[in-house]
């Protein structure tokens, strides 16, 4: 008797945890390959002006913000895409349109691009970024700086096709 009963035991177990996998299955988006689209943050499109010219380095230089960019579903990297980038630094606010430039990313999906060391406005040092092209869904980023301090900030975007 205690074999059937393990047994009975064991099936309710194991049919309890596959109905739970199950539900948690379906709230859970699905993905081609599992890599998910990178989704626009809160406030990522302050201070937006649409058309930033591609630029070498944004004013003196001096701050690095890096990256890549990738296909949602497979992760492949994505060429020659536009990246967007602007912030409050030294050299200006971040609704300055000299604030403000892009860059495209090359054959590994790699962006870099140079500002001015940016600083505190309103709050926790930040940058914004944007991916705004039409091929893939606009995608905005405002990853915030550790410390006032730091010279570098990497950001990466999944992106899905539109």
Same mark, same amino acid.
Request: aromatic share 6%; hydrophobic share 45%; proline share 5%.
């Given at each position: 008797?205690?074999?059937?009963?393990?047994?009975? /035991?064991?099936?309710?177990? $194991?049919?309890?945890?596959?109905? @739970?996998?199950?539900? &948690? +299955?379906?709230?859970? !988006?699905?993905?081609?390959?599992?890599?998910?689209?990178?989704?626009?943050?809160?406030?990522?499109?302050?201070?937006?002006?649409?058309?930033?010219?591609?630029?070498? /380095?944004?004013?003196?230089? $001096?701050?690095?913000?890096?990256? @890549?960019?990738?296909? &949602? +579903?497979?992760?492949? !990297?994505?060429?020659?895409?536009?990246?967007?980038?602007?912030?409050?630094?030294?050299?200006?606010?971040?609704?300055?349109?000299?604030?403000?430039?892009?860059?495209?990313?090359?054959?590994?999906?790699?962006?870099?691009?140079?500002?001015?060391?940016?600083?505190?406005?309103?709050?926790?040092?930040?940058?914004?970024?944007?991916?705004?092209?039409?091929?893939?869904?606009?995608?905005?980023?405002?990853?915030?700086?550790?410390?006032?301090?730091?010279?570098?900030?990497?950001?990466?975007?999944?992106?899905?096709?539109?």
């Amino acid at each position: 008797m205690s074999e059937i009963a393990f047994e009975r /035991r064991a099936l309710l177990l $194991g049919g309890g945890a596959l109905a @739970t996998a199950g539900v &948690a +299955g379906l709230a859970l !988006p699905a993905h081609a390959s599992g890599l998910a689209a990178t989704p626009t943050m809160r406030g990522g499109a302050n201070n937006y002006i649409p058309g930033a010219q591609v630029v070498e /380095r944004i004013g003196g230089g $001096g701050f690095v913000i890096s990256g @890549t960019v990738r296909r &949602a +579903g497979d992760g492949a !990297p994505l060429a020659g895409q536009r990246i967007q980038m602007w912030a409050h630094t030294k050299e200006g606010s971040e609704s300055d349109p000299r604030s403000h430039g892009a860059t495209l990313t090359n054959a590994n999906g790699v962006f870099r691009l140079e500002m001015p060391q940016i600083i505190p406005a309103l709050g926790q040092a930040h940058a914004h970024l944007a991916y705004d092209s039409k091929e893939f869904e606009t995608v905005f980023l405002r990853p915030l700086l550790s410390s006032a301090r730091d010279t570098s900030l990497e950001a990466h975007f999944v992106l899905q096709r539109a």
